[in-house]
C-alpha cells in the first residue's frame, strides 16, 4: 500500500451540484461561488457545462458564468462539453479545460447523452480533434462504474473497456463516476483491479458521489491504489439529472479533512471552504448535508 503524499481535488460542484438543484442560479451567484472557490486553494474548478439548455436547464447560463468569472492565476475552469456544439460555445467562452463524458452502460448513455456508447465515442473524436488544435486539454468520464440506476451491476471489464478507448482517443485524464454512488470498497478494489491493467495510475481520477454513505471509504480504498486525483463538490452538492436518486458529490470539505489527517497535502484550506459552504447554504436556504461543514459550521 503506497499513498499518494499529494492530492490534486477537482471541485465540480458548480457544474455537478448545480446541475441538480431544482433552481436556476443566477450569474452573479454562480460567478460569486466559483470565485469564492478559486480562493480556497483549489486548482481546479468545474464551473458549468455546453449542453442543451432542454435537457439540463440549471447550465444555459455557463458561457456567461466563465466570461464573468474573475480568472485567478494557477486555477484551471474547465466545462463539459459533449459535442461539437458545445464545444464551440465553451471555447468562445474562454474556458481552460473542457471535459467529455461516457458512460459504461448502455441505457445511461441514452438516457444522458441520447446515443449509444460507441455512438457517443465516435461523436468525441471531433471534440477532441478540435480541443487539441486550440491547445485545450480534454478530460473524459465514465459514468456508472459501480452500478446504473437502469441495468444495476457494471462489470469492471466494461468500464476499463471505456476508459482505455478514451485515454487512447486523447484524453488526458479518465475520471471513474460512480454516478448512482452504490460502490462499495470491495467494488472500487475489483474496478481499479480492472481499469488500472488499462490505464496509468496517474491519469485515474475518483469521482464518486455519496448516495449510500461509501464515499469517502472509497476513495480512501482508490488512494491506497495510488489515485491521487479526486473530484468532489463543496456541501455535498450533486447528482445527475438523469440518474434517479444519485445525491451528492463526496463533499470538498469532507475529503480536505481526511487528507489532512492522513497528512496528504491538498493545498486546499478548510476555512475558506467553510466560509463556502456557508454562501452555499445562504443562497440555497437549507444546511450543507457535509458532516465536516454540519460540525464546523456550528461549533
Ligand atoms: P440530442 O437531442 O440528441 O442532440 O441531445 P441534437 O444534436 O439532436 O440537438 C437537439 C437540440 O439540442 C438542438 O436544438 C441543438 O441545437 C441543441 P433545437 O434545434 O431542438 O432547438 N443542442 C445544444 N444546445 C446547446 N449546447 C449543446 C447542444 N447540443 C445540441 N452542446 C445532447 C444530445 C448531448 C446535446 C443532450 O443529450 C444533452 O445535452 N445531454 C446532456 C446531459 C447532461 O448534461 N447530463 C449531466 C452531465 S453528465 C453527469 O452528471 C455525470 C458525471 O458527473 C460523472 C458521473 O457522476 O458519473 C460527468
Ligand atoms: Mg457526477
Known amino acids: 500500500m503506497s499513498l499518494p503524499t499529494r492530492v490534486s481535488i477537482v471541485e465540480v460542484g458548480p457544474r455537478d451540484g448545480l446541475q441538480n438543484e431544482k433552481q436556476v442560479l443566477s450569474v452573479e451567484d454562480k460567478v460569486s461561488l466559483v470565485n469564492l472557490l478559486s480562493d480556497t486553494g483549489l486548482q481546479r474548478i468545474e464551473a458549468g457545462s455546453f449542453v442543451s439548455p432542454k435537457w439540463v436547464p440549471q447550465m444555459a447560463n455557463s458561457g456567461d458564468v466563465f466570461k464573468q468569472l474573475h480568472k485567478k492565476p494557477g486555477v484551471r475552469y474547465a ?19 473542457v471535459a467529455i463524458f461516457g458512460a459504461a452502460s448502455e441505457s445511461f448513455s441514452q438516457k444522458n447523452i441520447n446515443c449509444s456508447i460507441s455512438e457517443s465515442l465516435d461523436r468525441f473524436e471531433p471534440v477532441i480533434a478540435m480541443a487539441k488544435a486550440h491547445h485545450i486539454p480534454v478530460r473524459g468520464y465514465v459514468s456508472c462504474v459501480m452500478g446504473c440506476p437502469y441495468e444495476g451491476h457494471i462489470t469492471p471489464d466494461a468500464v476499463a473497456q471505456v476508459a482505455k478507448t478514451l485515454y487512447d482517443m486523447g484524453c488526458y485524464e479518465i475520471s471513474l463516476g460512480d454516478t448512482i454512488g452504490t460502490g462499495t470498497p470491495g467494488a472500487t478494489s475489483a474496478l481499479l483491479d480492472e481499469v488500472l491493467k488499462h490505464l496509468p495510475v496517474n491519469v485515474t481520477a475518483a469521482h464518486f458521489h455519496d448516495t449510500y454513505g461509501q464515499a469517502l471509504v472509497n476513495l480512501y480504498t482508490a488512494l491506497t491504489y495510488g489515485v491521487a486525483t479526486i473530484d468532489s463538490a463543496i456541501s455535498g452538492l450533486g447528482g445527475c439529472p438523469y440518474a434517479k436518486g444519485a445525491s451528492g458529490n463526496v463533499a470538498t470539505e469532507d475529503v480536505v479533512y481526511m487528507l489532512n489527517g492522513m497528512a496528504i497535502s491538498s493545498g486546499v484550506h478548510m476555512d475558506k471552504l467553510l466560509d463556502t459552504a456557508r454562501f452555499v447554504q445562504d443562497l440555497l436556504g437549507r444546511p450543507p448535508i457535509s458532516k465536516v461543514a454540519t460540525a464546523l459550521l456550528n461549533q
Do not use: H, S, Y
Not at 79 to 97: F, H, M, R, S, Y
Open 79 to 97: 466545462a463539459l462539453t459533449p459535442n461539437i456544439k458545445g464545444l464551440e460555445a465553451a471555447l468562445e467562452a474562454g474556458v481552460d479545460e
